[in-house]
Nanobody, 126 residues
Framework: QVQLVESGGGLVQDGGSLTLSCAAS????????MGWFRQAPGKEREFVAA????????YYADSVKGRFTISRDIAKNTNYLQMNSLKPEDTAVYYC???????????????????WGQGTQVTVSS
């Protein structure tokens, strides 16, 4: 059973930076991709960023392009989401997802991901 553990959330000021980590354990086979989604109170879970595990291709929501960077450490089975120039509208619970199989066109869909972490709160104050 795959287990994902997120860490690194917290409270930051408007314009600040934060880095989230997602460590995976219990994998039998390599992941197709890992990604981050976020959910604010009363809103649907939305795509933030994803990285294909084999080739390292990265994908971002328009709202975070140029501000967030996703990377991976294959040896540690861990991905990182570096968030810069944070805005109050980035406030949400951030969830890490792991997809055993998928496609480029489905990277933006939560339904592609098979496993999820518990979520980590990111709060950006103004």
């Amino acid at each position: 059973q795959v287990q994902l553990v997120e860490s690194g959330g917290g409270l930051v000021q408007d314009g600040g930076s934060l880095t989230l980590s997602c460590a995976a354990s219990g994998r039998t086979f390599s992941s197709y991709a890992m990604g981050w989604f976020r959910q604010a109170p009363g809103k649907e879970r939305e795509f933030v960023a994803a990285i294909r595990w084999s080739g390292g291709n990265t994908y971002y929501a328009d709202s975070v392009k140029g501000r967030f960077t996703i990377s991976r450490d294959i040896a540690k089975n861990t991905n990182y989401l570096q968030m810069n120039s944070l805005k109050p509208e980035d406030t949400a619970v951030y969830y890490c997802g792991d997809a055993y199989r998928g496609s480029i066109g489905s990277l933006y869909l939560a339904t592609m991901y098979d496993y999820w972490g518990q979520g980590t709160q990111v709060t950006v104050s103004s």
